[in-house]
């Protein structure tokens, strides 16, 4: 009986050793296919914009998480609040903000591009669009929100979402200077104007949730110099030649878009409730007025005075398309008033010979270069100008190179008026220092 046994439990054994050994590589076959299954998935909701280059990354665990979220979280998903709120924008639901001015209800107008206000007329459902992209290669893809190729031909976007730290981060916001797009190589490719002499790209990508430059060729106008950069705070010190620039700037050149529009946006049916809202809404100022995020410009023709006013920086300067230029410059401007609440003068509009006054606030911190300089087709004698003075207060603790009685010719020449003209400040203050930088009299302002 005993000899009849050893067979039968020799079987059982063998038969126990087997199902233990195939046990796992079943199991894990089974994960193998349930995780393509996840990327092939995820795959079919990018676009076909290159993904750029991400450096070796020691932090797993939170490449890992930032997997898993994607793996269980659509794009759709993830940016749905920013969706519907574009959504709204662009179907006529601009309307004003208590603290900001012109913005969509959630989304304040300094937290977004100005150009949606200055061309809010203008943009639809139908021609606006957004697309996902995973820009920086961490398996969950950024948002791009733009209008459709045929109403911008160098392929920018306004506006650029990130997912990181499970939260959704905007990163940056292009305007007319500053315009943002996506290079052949999926870097985020910015294409930039400091002055109306200086030109040039900035190359960056997307590292925990910020941008970093990555790459730069600038162009200084005035020098005719060309340099090169590749550090993160986007210096550039390498001199080129001009070859080497335009090489660079070509190669870094934007990218169609991919975009969807927003008529085909699937959560359409949160339009009314929002909306009606909006009709309530107090009048703001008129948005093809806008200057910046906040800040509108208005011209008397009576008096020939050109008012800014709002609250914070001034980045675009409108004005100029309107009121026209002739060889003497911006003539029609004799006046120029900066109201209280504006903080910054950006982009260098110039001024005519025929200004012979400015005003500037108490808020003010921040001159850009060139500002009221002096744009004509020729040369200018200094006794044809009428601007001798400006008062410059306290609070102002940048004024940028040739901001002041500086005259740029058609031709590039520049000239200064710096010996018949008068800086008034206060001692030890920014309006000072410039003043004794550029041989300008200054007379301090007794506190």
């Not at 969509?104 to 100005?114: E, F, K, N, P």
């Not at 959704?168 to 797009?181: A, K, Q, Y």
């Not at 002096?374 to 004024?399: G, K, Q, R």
Request: aromatic letters at 12%; glycine letters at 8%.
């Amino acid at each position: 009986m005993k000899k009849q046994l050893y067979p039968i439990l020799l079987c059982i054994a063998v038969l126990c050793l087997t199902g233990c050994s195939t046990a796992p590589e079943a199991d894990s076959k089974q994960e193998s296919e349930t995780s393509a299954v996840i990327e092939n998935t995820e795959a079919s909701t990018l676009e076909s914009l290159p993904d750029s280059s991400s450096p070796e990354t020691d932090n797993a665990p939170e490449t890992e998480a930032a997997t898993n979220v994607q793996n269980t979280v659509s794009p759709e998903e993830i940016y749905q609040d920013i969706l519907d709120k574009f959504y709204i924008g662009v179907s006529g639901g601009w309307q004003p903000e208590p603290e900001t001015g012109y913005g969509i209800q959630g989304i304040t107008a300094d937290s977004i591009s100005y150009l949606w206000v200055q061309y809010s007329d203008t943009y639809t459902p139908s021609n606006v669009g957004y697309q996902f992209t995973d820009l920086n290669a961490d398996g969950i893809s950024e948002l791009i929100i733009a209008p459709v190729e045929e109403f911008d031909d160098e392929h920018m976007f306004y506006e650029l979402y990130t997912y990181y730290n499970q939260k959704v981060i905007h990163l940056v916001s292009s305007g007319e200077r500053d315009r943002f797009g996506i290079d052949k190589d999926g870097l985020i490719a910015e294409f930039a104007s400091g002055s109306a002499m200086d030109y040039g790209v900035w190359c960056y990508k997307i590292y925990d949730g910020i941008l970093n430059c990555c790459e730069t060729y600038q162009s200084d106008g005035t020098l005719g110099s060309f340099l090169y950069g590749d550090s993160s705070d986007g210096t550039a010190d390498v001199s080129i030649s001009k070859e080497e620039y335009d090489s660079g700037i070509a190669a870094h050149a934007h990218v169609p878009l991919q975009l969807i529009p927003f008529s085909s946006y699937s959560n359409a049916d949160i339009l009314p409730s929002v909306t009606e809202a909006a009709t309530d809404a107090p009048a703001v100022q008129d948005p093809a007025k806008a200057c910046g995020d906040n800040t509108f410009w208005d011209f008397d023709e009576t008096t020939g005075t050109l008012t800014i006013s709002g609250t914070g920086a001034v980045t675009s300067s409108k004005w100029i398309e309107s009121l026209g230029t002739d060889e003497n410059g911006y003539s029609a401007i004799n006046r120029i008033v900066v109201e209280e609440g504006v903080t910054e003068l950006h982009d260098s509009p110039g001024v005519g010979i025929n200004l012979k006054e400015i005003v500037l606030p108490s808020t003010l911190v921040y001159i850009d270069d060139w500002y009221f300089g002096l744009f004509t087709d020729f040369f200018i004698e200094s006794d044809s100008v009428a601007l001798h003075e400006v008062t410059i207060p306290a609070s102002v603790t940048y004024i940028g190179e040739n901001a002041f009685n500086s005259q740029f010719c058609g031709d590039g020449s520049v000239y200064h008026y710096y010996e018949q003209f008068t800086i008034k400040g206060y001692s030890g203050t920014a309006a000072q220092e410039y003043a004794e930088r550029n041989g300008i009299n200054f007379v301090a302002i007794e506190t």
